[in-house]
T-cell receptor, first 113, second 117 residues
Framework: GENVEQHPSTLSVQEGDSAVIKCTYS??????FPWYKQELGKRPQLIID?????GEKKDQRIAVTLNKTAKHFSLHITETQPEDSAVYFC????????????FGKGTKLTVNP | SAVISQKPSRDICQRGTSLTIQCQVD?????MFWYRQQPGQSLTLIATANQGSEATYESGFVIDKFPISRPNLTFSTLTVSNMSPEDSSIYLC??????????????FGPGTRLLVL
């Protein structure tokens, strides 16, 4: 079955710096890769997603890149702010086109003012 | 995206008892899922709640322990049966509303925080 590895498990940056979180997946049939942000005590919130027919997607300070050949995708946050502090989860779809998602173990991002 | 609510938001239960968690969506959705998130951990899919038929369980989860109902396209319940302290966790439902025409997009409910003593 699909396996999603996420690195690093913790990341600490200074306000204004960039943060990068990387994920790899095992199922070459996976074609959908969302990223969720979870603040303490809150639900996971979808922040950006990418499908296998594109290599990069941007939304203001957030971008996701996908390398299908290498089976990895990354979240890039620029000009980080303290409110970006949260746990971020990547996920990959199962069996290409399936409704199910497999999640990475999460990255705790801390943005220091 | 559809608005998803869960009840209860939290509960403290005695071991050996059962708790039923409700998930309500404000519009009809294709798919509903139930996840478990143990303290400080990631999300693990328990099962897919199928409307009008038995739920589809993931490896390690069984119907006797986690019976699920989905009587219509806006509502589902998850029961945690014969609870033990190891069942202490956050239980989340999600829906796949086909946002933008893509069925994989999932949105989560607020979660039910369960503590078993």
């Amino acid at each position: 079955g699909e396996n999603v590895e996420q690195h690093p498990s913790t990341l600490s940056v200074q306000e204004g710096d960039s943060a990068v979180i990387k994920c790899t997946y095992s199922d070459s049939a996976s074609n959908y890769f969302p990223w969720y942000k979870q603040e303490l005590g809150k639900r996971p919130q979808l922040i950006i997603d990418i499908r296998s027919n594109v290599g990069e997607k941007k939304d203001q300070r957030i971008a996701v890149t996908l390398n299908k050949t290498a089976k990895h995708f990354s979240l890039h946050i620029t000009e980080t702010q303290p409110e970006d502090s949260a746990v971020y989860f990547c996920a990959a779809s199962l069996q290409g086109g399936s409704e199910k998602l497999v999640f990475g173990k999460g990255t705790k991002l801390t943005v220091n003012p | 995206s559809a608005v998803i609510s869960q009840k209860p938001s939290r509960d403290i239960c005695q071991r050996g008892t059962s708790l039923t968690i409700q998930c309500q969506v404000d519009s009809q959705v294709t798919m509903m899922f139930w996840y478990r998130q143990q303290p400080g951990q990631s999300l693990t899919l328990i099962a897919t709640a199928n409307q009008g038929s038995e739920a589809t369980y993931e490896s390690g989860f069984v119907i006797d322990k986690f019976p699920i109902s989905r009587p219509n396209l806006t509502f589902s319940t998850l029961t945690v049966s014969n609870m033990s302290p190891e069942d202490s966790s956050i239980y989340l439902c999600s829906d796949s509303s086909g946002g933008g025409g893509h069925p994989e997009t999932q949105y989560f409910g607020p979660g039910t925080r369960l503590l078993v003593l």
